[in-house]
């Protein structure tokens, strides 16, 4: 089992940064794949980064690509999400989920744990 808490959204100008945290309890957090995905209102929820367990391959939504960073520290079991340049489409509900398997997952449904989100807003 594994529980996500996300936390680090906020309000922030266009072309401001955010750092986003997502904390997970239990002891195999390095057995899990970590994804990030957001939910814009009246949107679908859409894959943003991905990391694998070992942390050396990660993936992204082109859109974010040069602006956005994946990265985790498996000794204090948390998946970051720096975003950089952040414009008003990157409004959205943030969540973290969790996949026990060494590949990246774009679609949502192969993630068995998520955590509550956080909510980012950028203001034109």
């Known amino acids: 089992q594994l529980q996500l808490v996300e936390s680090g959204g906020g309000l922030v100008q266009a072309g401001g940064s955010l750092r986003l945290s997502c904390a997970a309890s239990?002891?195999?957090?390095?057995?899990?794949?970590m994804g990030w995905f957001r939910q814009a209102p009246g949107k679908e929820r859409e894959f943003v980064a991905g990391?694998?367990?070992?942390?050396?391959?990660?993936y992204y939504k082109d859109s974010v690509k040069g602006r956005f960073t994946i990265f985790r520290d498996n000794a204090k079991n948390t998946v970051y999400l720096q975003m950089n340049s952040l414009e008003p489409e990157d409004t959205a509900v943030y969540y973290c989920?969790?996949?026990?398997?060494?590949?990246?997952?774009?679609?949502?449904?192969?993630?068995?744990?998520w955590g509550q989100g956080t909510q980012v807003t950028v203001s034109s």
């Open positions: 989920a969790a996949v026990r398997q060494s590949y990246i997952y774009v679609t949502q449904g192969e993630y068995g744990y």
């Open positions: 990391i694998r367990w070992t942390g050396g391959s990660t």
């Open positions: 239990g002891r195999t957090f390095s057995s899990y794949t």
